[in-house]
Antibody, heavy 117, light 112 residues
Framework: EVQLVETGGALIQPGGSLRLSCAASGFTVSSTYMSWVRQAPGKGLEWVSIIFTGGATNYADSVKGRFTISRDNSENTLYLQMDSLRAEDTAVYYC???????????WGQGTLVTVSS | DVVMTQSPLSLPVTLGQPASISCRSSQSLVYSDGNTYLNWFQQRPGQSPRRLIY???NRDSGVPDRFSGSGSGTDFTLKISRVEAEDVGVYYCMQGTHWPYTFGQGTHLETK
């Protein structure tokens, strides 16, 4: 069974850094494209970043230069390194497997990041 | 960025009755490979999003056949043939053709 478990969300001050993790089971993270999608409180969904099987990555303009997506094949885990955090980065961050181009889609339960002083 | 516009934003429906949600994109969603990467997601209250439909009209595994998707180019529709209580939630269309991928504002489906 495919499962994604996000961890690492916290209350963090503006300008701070945080690393989110997404532990995968039931498949290998290197075998498919993986993404981070966020949802600000009471708001809609925003696709933040994606990493493809070959390692290519893309970022939303709102996070480009501040966030870095990566994966550890040995740990079968997806990461999102978030630097220079801003209040507008406050959101639930979801890890997603697939979900864009083809069959097979799975989302984690999300982890809450709150950026506030 | 491609703007995805959904209507209506609020959809009160009587159980057992059909429902329809429209989604329009600000530019064509046909990719250079000929595919149209338009997906539909459901988010039940307090839950993570779940994809229902991919590439306009393909139902994901486990999705009831009362859900169907259609459309082409810039105009797309999600239909529920007979709304059930478990369908309450927010529905989002999402385009995966042009980066950054973008979602519609969401349509809140509720029962009357």
């Amino acid at each position: 069974e495919v499962q994604l478990v996000e961890t690492g969300g916290a209350l963090i001050q503006p300008g701070g850094s945080l690393r989110l993790s997404c532990a995968a089971s039931g498949f290998t993270v290197s075998s498919t494209y993986m993404s981070w999608v966020r949802q600000a409180p009471g708001k809609g969904l925003e696709w933040v970043s994606i990493i493809f099987t070959g390692g290519a990555t893309n970022y939303a303009d709102s996070v480009k230069g501040r966030f870095t997506i990566s994966r550890d094949n040995s740990e079968n885990t997806l990461y999102l390194q978030m630097d220079s955090l801003r209040a507008e980065d406050t959101a639930v961050y979801y890890c997603a497997r697939g979900g864009i181009y083809d069959s097979g889609s799975a989302w984690g339960q999300g982890t809450l990041v709150t950026v506030s002083s | 960025d491609v703007v995805m516009t959904q209507s209506p934003l609020s959809l009160p429906v009587t159980l057992g009755q059909p429902a329809s949600i429209s989604c329009r994109s600000s530019q064509s969603l046909v990719y250079s490979d000929g595919n149209t990467y338009l997906n539909w997601f459901q988010q039940r209250p307090g839950q993570s999003p779940r994809r229902l439909i991919y590439r306009v009209s393909n139902r994901d595994s486990g999705v009831p056949d009362r859900f169907s998707g259609s459309g082409s180019g810039t105009d797309f529709t999600l239909k529920i043939s007979r709304v059930e209580a478990e369908d309450v939630g927010v529905y989002y269309c999402m385009q995966g053709t042009h980066w950054p991928y973008t979602f519609g504002q969401g349509t809140h489906l509720e029962t009357k």
